[in-house]
């Protein structure tokens, strides 16, 4: 993204800082799942995210690993184990693969982000309704084909545009469902590492539910319809600006 253009809280949210900070969650939410299954003493969990708390994770340190390890999950990795004890270090990351630990962190910031556009979508339609009444006696002249044809009210152009994020609203909302799901079900989906039952209680604890028919990563099909949305709603506020410009 061209700086200029950035919206601060989406740039936030995609940032490294922001990502590896939602990996180390999931690692953490798995520990706590195995605690709570029985699989790991309270203590080994609580070393780590002590260690972990006291140490923050230094990004420029992970990049410079990234470049000698080619793949920046085991990169972030080698950043947090080297704050661990030889004793509990292997239970970070075991038995998981790298989507595991990505695929619930990339759900939450698509979920961020969706909640940052809502908020300006509300705001546009708020906007929006005061228009349609100030300006409901407002005339002006309406276009089509291309050239000028009947009077109308600038309110009731107004009305038109709110109709149509109206249904935009409507159609972004149907499709966040697909959000709702990720998985932990290992590197083809099997299950050759992580239980079922820890995948079912470390998403309860960052707030999904499992995808039972995943593979390495969680099928396009559940986020492809979010971008088509959000297109659509840009493709609107497209059109609203063109006619204004043409106006």
Known sequence: MIPRYEQPKITEIWS????????????????????????????????????????????????????????DLEA?????????????????????????????????MLQESIEVVERFYDEIQTVLTDMVGRYRYTIMMARTHGQEAELQTFGKRCLTWRRDLQFDGVNLKNVKGGLKYSKLSGAIGNYGGIDPAIEKKTLEILGFEPFYGATQILPRVLSAPIAQALCQIVMTLDKFATTVRLG
């Open 76 to 108: 972030f990795l080698d950043e947090r184990r080297r704050f661990l004890s030889p004793n509990i270090r292997h239970y970070l990351h075991e038995k998981m693969t790298s989507y595991d630990t990505e695929e619930p962190a990339f759900a939450r």
């Open 16 to 71: 490294d800082a922001r990502k590896v900070k939602l990996w180390q969650e999931t690692e953490f939410a798995v520990l706590a799942a195995r605690v709570f299954l029985g699989e790991l003493p309270q203590e080994t969990i609580y070393a780590i995210k002590e260690a972990c708390r006291k140490n923050p994770i230094d990004l420029a340190w992970w990049k410079e690993r990234e470049t000698e390890t080619g793949h």
